[in-house]
């Protein structure tokens, strides 16, 4: 049997390494993030995934001297050619060495360009037949964005691409830094943007859809790299906001007028590219379904405007690469719909059980805790893929008290403005549910009806909006049959959904993690495969 191994890894890699094992007909047998493993967010400053290499072997039960080929989702010879530089790893078996290759079987090497590997991810993983990809992260090797005409069974042809200079990515970075929420804090800024959502909106004019073109303030110089573009990005939201920095920190930055601003700013100019690129996509391809990858895939309130058939997968960030690599030399045979559910698996129940409760896990109790407001932890089956919470990794809560929007963000140590999705396994009509796909992974924003906003205001943001998640069969049977009790009981069938950690941590992995986790922040249970398990929290509260 074939086995190929794609990676997020080498030169390239600033953030979110990480690996994916595929067969020979493209199936994923496992998919791994370096920041799982390390247990910092991003694993910033990891260039080889040897850890998430070694994760993805053990979960396929396979060996080193299985692999028959590592894909590397970077074209390592055309950055160092660009750059001037010899390869910093010297040779292939250098560079399988550092992942954790030892011989005497060693694999081949292939590198797949960036976007390419962008791309493949996204349609590969759509159960589309044919598609227009959209890549806009960043920058790849010298590009920030381009466009794909994809067809099952063909290859990826680039019809159109635009150099670093025009990355979208770039500004709102720019911008994230500016607000203090840092350089990957583009999540926080899509949530505060939403505050400016009653002001007539301000269009700064950093880029600018212009007929068939696209112009930046920045000019159309290719040779600026990412170091120079950040410093001239810095100036120009200086300028727009007046002020090198906002008046509040971050905790109160929705009660800063001019932060709210320049935060609304940065989404209009992301929600008006990116509407321009999927039009231009869909037509020089001619194809009205579209996929998106790359990191500004994740903003769930732009991809929720953009009208059509559209996908997005649950990693189109940079940890995605490993996936499109691989599937860029042994794509699905079978093509469906990509689960999200490839990682590892709790394992055994957690030592250091002092002074828990320790019960079977059931359904009527899970709901019971629920529905009297407890926040309930879930580390069941294979961890989701991405950065969004999709209940095998989550936190749990009622929705329909806004006491629980507050008492969730000072759990996970979050400022208090900032808004949280739910998850359901019907269609509760309590949004309006147009975003297809897209709530599969919550990568998709939906806008509340009258009602919803009523009865669900925990995960009712501020412009009246939410990011939802929909079960579908097999997803998460425990939660959905949770959602099916609480219904039976008289609740809306939708819970709030949140991710399983604390600041800085990236989503729980283990059973230990999750009770590690709960304990710290102060939440009532954890779930796992084989145990539910009520913290003193809980116990106090019933003597």
Same mark, same amino acid.
């Given at each position: 049997?074939?086995?190929?191994?794609?990676?997020?890894?080498?030169?390239?890699?600033?953030h979110d390494?990480?690996?994916? @094992?595929?067969?020979?007909?493209?199936?994923? @047998?496992?998919?791994?993030e370096? /920041?799982? @493993?390390?247990?910092?967010r991003?694993?910033?400053?990891?260039?080889?995934?040897?850890l998430?290499?070694?994760?993805?072997l053990?979960?396929?039960a396979?060996?080193?001297?299985?692999?028959?080929?590592?894909?590397?989702?970077?074209d390592?010879?055309r950055?160092?050619?660009?750059?001037?530089?010899?390869?910093?790893f010297d040779?292939?078996?250098?560079?399988?060495?550092a992942? +954790?290759f030892?011989?005497?079987?060693?694999?081949?090497?292939?590198?797949?360009?960036?976007h390419?590997?962008?791309?493949?991810?996204?349609?590969?993983?759509?159960?589309y037949?044919?598609?227009?990809?959209?890549?806009l992260d +960043?920058?790849? /090797?010298?590009?920030n964005?381009?466009?794909y005409?994809?067809?099952?069974g063909?290859?990826?042809?680039?019809?159109?691409?635009?150099?670093?200079?025009?990355?979208?990515g770039?500004?709102?970075?720019a911008?994230?830094?500016?607000?203090?929420?840092?350089?990957?804090?583009?999540?926080?800024?899509?949530?505060l943007?939403?505050?400016?959502?009653?002001?007539?909106p301000?269009?700064?004019g950093?880029?600018?859809p212009?007929?068939?073109?696209l112009?930046c303030?920045?000019?159309?110089?290719?040779?600026?790299?990412?170091?120079?573009?950040?410093?001239?990005?810095?100036?120009r939201?200086?300028?727009?906001a007046?002020?090198?920095?906002?008046?509040?920190p971050?905790?109160?930055?929705d009660?800063?007028?001019?932060a709210?601003?320049?935060a +609304?700013?940065?989404?209009?100019?992301?929600q008006?590219?990116?509407?321009?690129?999927a039009e231009r996509?869909?037509?020089?391809t001619?194809i009205?379904?579209?996929?998106?990858?790359?990191?500004?895939?994740?903003?769930c309130?732009?991809?929720?405007?953009?009208?059509g058939?559209l996908?997005?997968?649950?990693v189109p960030?940079?940890?995605?690469v490993a996936?499109?690599?691989?599937?860029?030399?042994?794509p699905?045979?079978?093509p469906?719909?990509?689960?999200?559910?490839t990682?590892?698996?709790?394992?055994?129940?957690?030592?250091?059980?002092?002074?828990?409760?320790?019960?079977?896990?059931?359904?009527d109790?899970?709901?019971?805790?629920?529905?009297d407001?407890?926040?309930?932890?879930?580390?069941? +089956?294979?961890?989701?893929?991405?950065?969004?919470?999709?209940?095998?990794r989550?936190f749990?809560a009622?929705?329909v008290?806004a006491?629980?929007?507050?008492r969730m963000?000072?759990l996970?140590?979050?400022?208090?403005?900032?808004?949280?999705?739910?998850?359901?396994n019907?269609?509760?009509?309590?949004?309006?549910?147009?975003?297809?796909?897209?709530?599969r992974?919550?990568?998709?924003?939906a806008? @509340?009806?009258?009602?919803?906003?009523?009865?669900?205001?925990?995960?009712?943001?501020?412009?009246g909006?939410?990011?939802?998640?929909?079960?579908?069969?097999?997803?998460?049977p425990?939660?959905?049959?949770?959602l099916?009790?609480?219904?039976?009981?008289?609740h809306?069938?939708v819970l709030?959904?949140?991710?399983?950690?604390?600041?800085?941590?990236p989503?729980?992995?283990s059973?230990?993690?999750?009770?590690?986790?709960?304990?710290?922040?102060?939440?009532?249970?954890?779930?796992?495969?084989?145990?539910?398990?009520?913290?003193d929290?809980?116990?106090?509260?019933?003597?």
């Amino acid at each position: 049997m074939t086995f190929v191994l794609g990676v997020n890894a080498g030169t390239g890699t600033y953030h979110d390494p990480s690996a994916c @094992l595929t067969d020979g007909d493209g199936a994923v @047998l496992a998919f791994v993030e370096e /920041e799982r @493993l390390t247990r910092t967010r991003h694993a910033r400053g990891v260039r080889m995934p040897s850890l998430s290499v070694r994760r993805c072997l053990n979960l396929a039960a396979v060996t080193a001297g299985d692999i028959d080929v590592v894909a590397v989702g970077w074209d390592e010879p055309r950055m160092s050619s660009r750059a001037g530089q010899p390869w910093r790893f010297d040779s292939p078996r250098v560079f399988l060495t550092a992942l +954790g290759f030892r011989g005497p079987r060693w694999p081949d090497l292939h590198f797949v360009p960036h976007h390419r590997a962008h791309a493949a991810s996204a349609f590969h993983a759509s159960g589309y037949d044919r598609a227009a990809v959209l890549v806009l992260d +960043g920058n790849g /090797e010298d590009e920030n964005t381009s466009i794909y005409r994809a067809r099952r069974g063909g290859p990826l042809v680039r019809v159109e691409s635009w150099p670093q200079v025009y990355s979208v990515g770039h500004m709102y970075e720019a911008v994230s830094a500016w607000l203090g929420l840092g350089r990957h804090g583009a999540g926080r800024t899509m949530g505060l943007a939403a505050y400016d959502a009653g002001n007539v909106p301000i269009d700064p004019g950093w880029l600018v859809p212009d007929g068939d073109r696209l112009v930046c303030v920045l000019g159309s110089d290719p040779g600026q790299d990412y170091d120079v573009l950040k410093g001239r990005w810095h100036e120009r939201v200086v300028a727009f906001a007046g002020m090198d920095r906002p008046t509040e920190p971050p905790a109160s930055l929705d009660a800063d007028p001019v932060a709210v601003r320049v935060a +609304g700013a940065a989404q209009l100019t992301v929600q008006t590219v990116v509407r321009w690129l999927a039009e231009r996509a869909r037509s020089l391809t001619g194809i009205d379904e579209l996929c998106i990858a790359g990191g500004v895939g994740l903003n769930c309130a732009v991809n929720g405007r953009l009208p059509g058939l559209l996908y997005v997968p649950p990693v189109p960030h940079d940890a995605g690469v490993a996936l499109g690599a691989a599937w860029s030399l042994t794509p699905p045979t079978r093509p469906a719909i990509f689960s999200a559910y490839t990682g590892g698996y709790p394992e055994k129940r957690p030592d250091g059980l002092t002074g828990v409760i320790v019960r079977d896990v059931d359904v009527d109790s899970v709901a019971g805790l629920l529905l009297d407001g407890r926040v309930v932890g879930v580390c069941r +089956g294979r961890s989701e893929a991405g950065p969004r919470a999709l209940c095998h990794r989550s936190f749990l809560a009622s929705p329909v008290s806004a006491r629980m929007r507050q008492r969730m963000n000072v759990l996970k140590r979050r400022e208090l403005w900032r808004p949280f999705g739910p998850v359901t396994n019907a269609d509760p009509g309590l949004w309006w549910s147009s975003v297809g796909h897209l709530d599969r992974y919550m990568v998709g924003a939906a806008r @509340l009806t009258e009602l919803g906003a009523a009865e669900l205001p925990a995960i009712a943001h501020v412009d009246g909006t939410t990011r939802p998640q929909r079960l579908r069969d097999a997803d998460e049977p425990f939660v959905a049959a949770v959602l099916d009790e609480i219904a039976c009981r008289g609740h809306p069938p939708v819970l709030l959904n949140t991710s399983f950690n604390g600041p800085g941590e990236p989503l729980v992995d283990s059973a230990a993690e999750a009770l590690d986790c709960a304990r710290r922040l102060g939440a009532d249970a954890v779930v796992t495969d084989t145990a539910l398990l009520l913290l003193d929290s809980v116990k106090t509260s019933r003597r």
